[in-house]
Structures are given as C-alpha cells and as structure tokens.
C-alpha cells in the first residue's frame, strides 16, 4: 500500500538524504516545497516494503519488528495523515493514489500510472471550468439588461434632441438658421425641396442686406445638358437678379468655384443622380471649404433615407429637414434620425417661412425641387 511521507529539514540536499535514509532509493519523490526557511519535501513509499529497508538504509536497532512496532507506526502512519490534510495539494494527490491503488491492489502504481491518473482529473477539471464560463449565468442576464436599457435611454434622449432641435429651429426663418457664407451644395432625391430651400433663403437674406455677392450653380451632368436637363435657379436668378451659372463637368465646376470670392454666398444644387458622381471629388470639394447638405422631405424621409445610408452615410449629418407641413407627426421620423444618428442643422416649412413659392415655378418640374 503506498503512503506519503513527510520530512523537513534545513534544505533540499539534507530533506532528500533523510527520504534516502528512511526508505531507499525505491521512494517516489511527489513535491520539494519551500516552508518558511526550510524545505519540506513528500514522497510516496509502498509500505509493504516498509520493513525491508534498502540496502544502505538506517534501521532502528533497538526496535525490533514486532506487533507492538506495526501498530506504532500505523499510529504514526494516522498522525501523518492528519498534518497532510491541511495540504491541499498533498490531499489530492494521496486521492488520486488511493484510486489508483483501488485499480490496482496488489501492486504498487507506476509513475506512469500516477501521471495518467492526474492528467486526466485536471483535464475534468479544465471542462468543468469552460462548461461554467460559457454558461449564462443572472449577473451576466442582468448585465446584459442593464446595457440594452443604457442603449434605449440613450436612444430616447437622441430624439429628444432631434424634436429640441426642431423647435428652436422653427422659431427662426431659414435664412437666419445659419449663416450661409461660403459654399453650400445641396443634395437630395427628386423633390426633397432643394430648389424652394435655396430660394427661402435668398428672399430672407435680400430682407436684410444686399445679395451683390449670391451665386446660384445647378450641377447637372447628363449628356447633351441642354436647358430641359436643368432646374428651376435660372428663374430664382431672374427673380433676385443674382449670378447664376451651369456646369456638367465636375472638373468644370471645381474651376468655377475656385474663382469665387471666399466672402460670397454661393448655393449650388446638385441632382440626386449625380450624387456619387459628386462624391469622387469631395476632398477637393473640402479643400474648398464646401458645406455640405442633404434635403430630406419629411413626408418621404423615410425612403430618402435607405438610399442616401447606401451611398453617403456622412450626409446624415447635415439635414436640412423640409416640407415638415405636409406630415401630422414626426415621431417615426425621429426614430429613424436617432437610429442613423442623424444631425439636422436646419429647416424648412411652408408654415414657417411667410415668402415660400414666391417664384412661380412652371408646372411639371417639382421633379426637379
């Protein structure tokens, strides 16, 4: 039957020489562990062969091998048990031994045996970890809740912020919204109301200084490019007497606004269809400081919106909102801005703005608004 068995001494030359002179070279070295100063080491002896000391081996002369001696050391034997169990790591090894020897008893265990045996209960036990650590446990349930909360909060206080906005818009004309120095390309879907924003804006601005420095681009690239392909700003140019020119040649109209003056206002409208033709030049564009928008009717938004996520996300983030009188509410509006993260920097409404539709624009072409 095999038994561990405990020494300590001042090192591990000295501890290892007492296992040598106790129990042969036959004794089975299971761990050499530092213990404060001293060094403690276990082995594994098969206490059959207890009496038969290896040759070399000290034997108590005096005490000869008898009864009385076996129930001495079994006593012994017991006592030692007893300081092992505080040793973690010595309990379960002498159970994985006594196993072992539960498979085997009548000879003693190979190492090779011992080494399977432990081999195979840290591999139990490495799945018993992995089983617990992909299970879902409550904390990880109420985490998870509390982040989907987090995210609906913040959600909700995004649309907030959409409808604030709105409103302290809706309080200015659209001229007063922002600035509208420099140059400001808008976009959008046929009849998002790019033509009607840019000219609630020149009418608010001829309200209160002169408009010698307004100019008016349509960008249309379409083959032939005659009149037919264009949009209504020659009749705002006609209407506020201000400059008002044609290009279908990104090349061309980068060239055109590389002449203006950087202190004018320029307006320029870009067709939907001419979107990604527009885009491959953005960064020269942004060399120019161009301002950037997209016209969203917020009776169609909803459907503007799918396509313009396709193909320029970006835009999302400089909306100018129009045509906000033709729907009864706006709240699957919101959702859908705050779900896009959306930025609406200003707006325009019939109801909002006393000049709108001042330019009587031919019939037919709201296609092109």
């Known amino acids: 039957m095999m038994e561990l068995k405990r020494f300590i001494a001042e090192n591990s030359r000295e501890a290892l ?14 761990s050499t562990t530092k213990v404060g100063k001293k060094t403690e080491v276990i082995c594994a002896v098969d206490e059959s062969l207890d009496g038969e000391k290896a040759p070399g081996t000290k034997t108590n002369a005096t ?19 007893d300081e092992l169990s505080s040793i973690e790591f010595s309990e379960q090894l002498g ?15 190979d190492i090779n045996e011992l080494m399977k045996t432990i081999q195979a209960d840290l591999s139990d036990l490495r799945n018993k970890m992995e089983n617990q650590a992909n299970t879902v446990t409550p904390i990880n349930k109420a985490r998870s ?21 709105i409103s302290k818009l809706l309080e200015k004309q659209i001229c007063s919204q922002r600035h509208w120095k420099g140059i400001n ?7 998002s109301g790019k033509t009607r924003t840019i000219e ?73 269809r001419d979107l990604e033709l527009i885009r491959h030049h953005y960064l020269k564009l ?31 983030q400089s909306i100018v909102m129009t045509r906000l009188d033709l729907i009864p509410e706006i709240d699957d509006l919101l959702a859908a801005l705050a779900d896009l993260s959306g930025s609406i920097l200003a707006v325009y409404s019939h109801t909002s703005n006393d000049d709108l539709a001042s330019v009587d624009l031919p019939s037919g072409t709201i296609a092109n608004v």
């Open 17 to 30: 020489q007492q296992v040598k002179e106790n129990h042969g070279d036959d004794a089975l070295i299971i």
């Open 63 to 81: 005490t000869p091998p008898n009864a009385s001696s076996e129930t001495s050391v079994a006593k012994n034997t017991e006592a030692l048990r």
């Open 95 to 109: 159970r994985i031994v006594s196993r072992s020897e539960s498979k085997k008893p009548s000879k003693t265990p």
């Open 145 to 165: 809740a509390l982040n989907s909360f987090g995210k609906r909060e913040k959600f909700l206080e995004k649309q907030d912020q959409l409808a604030d906005s």
């Open 185 to 191: 390309v808008f976009y959008g879907m046929p009849g």
């Open 200 to 272: 609630s804006i020149i009418s608010g601005i001829r309200d209160q200084e002169d408009l010698s420095d307004c100019n008016l681009i349509e960008f249309n690239s379409s083959e032939g490019s005659d009149l037919q392909n264009f949009g209504n700003l020659s009749k705002l140019s006609e209407h506020f007497n201000v400059a008002h020119f044609r290009e279908s040649n990104p090349i061309n109209l980068m060239n055109r606004l590389k002449k203006l003056d950087e202190s004018s206002r320029t307006f320029v409208e870009v067709s939907y």
């Open 286 to 316: 942004n060399e120019l400081g161009v301002n950037h928008f997209l016209c969203l009717a917020a009776d169609a938004a909803l459907h503007s919106m799918r396509k313009i996520v396709d193909t320029s996300p970006d835009l999302l």
